[in-house]
């Protein structure tokens, strides 16, 4: 380990972010860097664990605990400590074909079980793993790598996003020759149409992108399996095909006035905005607008919030976030709440953080119902909604219980629905006859990741259903393996 006592000695430290009414004039990234001198002070902290539960990669009380692609955590903390940063993106790229994603997007469940939690704040992970992949491009050290012999094995991928890539990445690492098929204009999935620029700058999906195709892996953009091509086809043309096509059918939700102008999916607000602004810095005003509007979101996660930054960035007049659930407590419950399971506490997200800055409050209301949506001439004008209780039957069941005299209205132009998603779509699921699962996904086990139908395999959240980013190229990465084996009888890949 680094030091057996700089958990004591030194303070958990974070970099310090943009002023939040700085950057909510820009789509630029909003995180500063720390100093490589502040880094190996944080790497110090790492306690290198008999036991180091932040890399283990399990589903505890419903959530992720520890890292999915079980990164080698105390092992490059220690080799930034020690000052080599070489040897310490050479062991990150061991488990994470994509460190430069996950160290901006992921939640960071290696955090939430790091064992120096348990009695104080938890090692910067996240920070020091960004850091690492960051300082590797810019010494160029990170550089295309070519298989050195080609199987003659033609595999097609599904889908670009993350669990496409991981996919791809070790499938062509393996000497196969991949093509992966994306039905939007850009590689990345959810990573460039999805996840907005200030949390994941475009530039840094398409520098790997590059890397990738300097390496042999030919994308194909513009193009929907299913429709531009069979699937019969694609099984005719190729040895395996992966489907990563992702969970991408929004969940609904059936509230009366749901078809208001001024009612939207969050993914259309999102993937608009940010295609018009890769398109045209904004300038062809193809995309929804909340400049001057009231805005209200509903949906408590990841995606809610993403559209919290954007209509700031729109320069909305007012911004409200829904979600059904309580509060979360300051602190850690330790009864229900255990360590290493993820802690469920009250934290202000960027964007949120962004909120309170400019209209003085946290935007979020909880335990919050909508009831109906109201407009006139079919325009949205306002929203009704109602207090809840929300409590769990012996079957895991949510039950939602109104509190009378808690009715309100609020004011609305625009409202984005962020509650989830359903599943994978199914124009393809079809046209192979795949077996699904009770929650519509494509069924394949995980570890395992083959399907019914000969040759076709299934990673990622088109297989497991909504999840992390780190999930998907847990996916990726293990479905490769699979099929290389498919493939060649025996495998290499981890």
């Not at 070489?86 to 997007?105: I, S, Y």
């Not at 007012?318 to 399971?341: C, M």
């Given at each position: 380990m680094s030091t057996p006592t700089g958990f004591m000695e030194y303070k958990r430290e974070l970099p310090v972010d943009r002023d939040p009414l700085e950057r909510i004039k820009d789509w630029d990234e909003f995180h500063k860097h720390m100093s490589n001198e502040q880094l190996r002070t944080q790497g110090a902290r790492c306690m290198d664990c008999g036991t180091p539960y932040c890399h283990t990669g399990m589903e505890l009380a419903g959530s992720t605990s520890g890292c999915p692609v079980n990164n080698l955590i105390p092992e490059w903390n220690n080799l930034?400590?020690?000052?080599?940063?070489?040897?310490?993106?050479?062991?990150?790229?061991?488990?994470?074909?994509?460190?430069?994603?996950?160290?901006?997007?992921?939640?960071?469940?290696?955090?939430?079980?790091?064992?120096?939690?348990?009695?104080?704040?938890?090692?910067?992970?996240?920070?020091?793993?960004?850091?690492?992949?960051?300082?590797?491009?810019?010494?160029?050290?990170?550089?295309?790598?070519?298989?050195?012999?080609?199987?003659?094995?033609?595999?097609?991928?599904?889908?670009?996003?993350?669990?496409?890539?991981?996919?791809a990445a070790q499938l062509n690492k393996a000497g196969h020759s991949v093509t992966v098929y994306e039905r939007a204009d850009r590689i990345g999935g959810l990573l460039t149409y999805g996840i907005p620029t200030m949390k994941l700058d475009k530039k840094v999906v398409q520098r790997r992108v590059d890397l990738m195709t300097e390496e042999g892996i030919d994308f194909v953009t513009n193009t929907e399996i299913g429709k531009d091509i069979t699937a019969t086809e694609l099984k005719e043309q190729f040895d395996a095909v992966v489907l990563c096509g992702g969970a991408?059918?929004?969940?609904?939700?059936?509230?009366?006035?749901?078809?208001?102008?001024?009612?939207?999916?969050?993914?259309?607000?999102?993937?608009?905005?940010?295609?018009?602004?890769?398109?045209?810095?904004?300038?062809?005003?193809?995309?929804?607008?909340?400049?001057?509007?009231?805005?209200?979101?509903?949906?408590?996660?990841?995606?809610?919030?993403?559209?919290?930054?954007?209509?700031?960035?729109?320069?909305?007049?007012?911004?409200?976030?829904?979600?059904?659930?309580?509060?979360?407590?300051?602190?850690?419950?330790?009864?229900?709440?255990?360590?290493?399971?993820?802690?469920?506490?009250?934290?202000?997200?960027?964007?949120?953080?962004?909120?309170?800055?400019?209209?003085?409050?946290?935007?979020?209301?909880?335990?919050?119902?909508t009831k109906k949506f109201v407009g006139e001439n079919g325009v949205l004008k306002e929203l009704h909604t109602v207090q809840i209780e929300?409590?769990?039957?012996?079957?895991?069941?949510?039950?939602?219980?109104?509190?009378?005299?808690?009715?309100?209205?609020?004011p609305a132009d625009l409202v984005f629905i962020a509650v989830g998603f359903e599943g994978p779509e199914n124009t393809l699921i079809n046209q192979l006859g795949l077996d699904q699962d009770r929650r519509s996904n494509v069924k394949a086990a995980y570890g395992k990741y083959t399907t019914n139908v000969d040759k076709v395999f299934a990673a990622g959240d088109m297989r497991r259903g909504q999840s992390l980013v780190v999930w998907a190229i847990n996916e990726g990465r293990e479905a490769a393996r699979e099929v290389d084996k498919y493939l060649m009888g025996a495998t290499q890949l981890p």
């Open positions: 930034i400590y020690r000052g080599l940063w070489r040897e310490a993106l050479d062991r990150l790229h061991k488990t994470n074909n994509f460190p430069e994603f996950t160290g901006r997007v992921c939640p960071a469940p290696c955090e939430g079980s790091c064992t120096v939690g348990l009695i104080g704040d938890a090692v910067t992970i996240k920070t020091i793993e960004q850091a690492i992949i960051d300082r590797g491009f810019e010494e160029g050290w990170v550089v295309p790598q070519p298989p050195k012999m080609r199987t003659g094995k033609r595999v097609a991928v599904v889908g670009s996003g993350p669990a496409g890539m991981a996919c991408t059918k929004a969940r609904e939700v059936e509230i009366e006035g749901r078809d208001l102008q001024g009612v939207h999916l969050a993914m259309d607000y999102l993937n608009g905005t940010i295609k018009s602004y890769l398109d045209s810095n904004l300038e062809d005003g193809n995309y929804i607008s909340a400049k001057d509007k009231h805005v209200i979101v509903i949906g408590g996660g990841d995606t809610g919030t993403d559209c919290v930054a954007t209509a700031l960035r729109h320069g909305c007049k007012s911004i409200t976030q829904f979600g059904t659930h309580a509060k979360a407590p300051l602190e850690r419950d330790r009864v229900n709440n255990p360590w290493p399971q993820f802690p469920n506490v009250y934290t202000l997200d960027y964007a949120q953080e962004e909120a309170k800055a400019l209209y003085g409050e946290d935007p979020r209301a909880f335990s919050v119902l929300r409590t769990v039957d012996e079957t895991g069941r949510k039950i939602y219980n109104e509190i009378p005299g808690t009715e309100k209205v609020w």
